[in-house]
């Protein structure tokens, strides 16, 4: 298989977490607007909670790229892009949904942060082989 077809996935999922990221950063805009808050939270709790889901993504978007990009430079079967593609991004949306409902555990929350860990630490692990062989 060609290295490119790795890369290709990658990109793909790279790209949807990107859109996830404007897409959530639209969602903090459209709060300042509505709330005339020109920088920080304003004491407003949900524009509180608006920046740490933005942050929140933003901050697990680039290990979970960095693992993607990385498998399709060693050649990972594309399958394995494409599942870490997924499982990353799944993770990413029900932690943003998860927590821009509720400042509280819930299952979104909880559930998008074990999809994410999980998906960093099996995909870390693969690496490491990978880089051996």
């Known amino acids: 298989?060609?290295?490119?077809?790795?890369?290709?996935?990658?990109?793909?999922?790279?790209?949807?977490?990107?859109?996830l990221l404007v897409v959530l950063t639209g969602l903090v805009i459209r709060r300042r607007?509505?709330?005339?808050?020109?920088?920080g939270d304003g004491g407003d709790k949900l524009m509180m909670r608006l920046i740490r889901v933005h942050g929140n993504a933003a901050e697990q978007a680039a290990p979970n790229l960095a693992l993607l990009i990385l498998m399709g430079l060693l050649a990972a079967p594309v399958w394995s892009v494409h599942l870490f593609g997924f499982i990353s991004l799944a993770g990413r949306v029900l932690h943003a949904f998860g927590l821009s409902q509720s400042a509280g555990g819930?299952?979104?929350?909880?559930?998008?942060m074990v999809l994410t860990?999980?998906?960093?630490?099996?995909g870390a692990l693969g690496l490491i082989v990978l880089a051996f062989l």
């Not at 607007?33 to 920088?39: A, C, E, N, T």
């Not at 819930?106 to 998008?112: E, K, Q, T, W, Y």
């Not at 860990?117 to 099996?122: D, E, F, H, V, Y």
């Open 1 to 19: 298989m060609p290295l490119q077809m790795p890369l290709k996935a990658a990109a793909f999922y790279a790209a949807l977490h990107i859109l």
């Open 33 to 39: 607007r509505s709330q005339l808050i020109g920088i």
């Open 106 to 112: 819930s299952l979104g929350r909880v559930s998008g």
């Open 117 to 122: 860990l999980n998906c960093l630490i099996i």
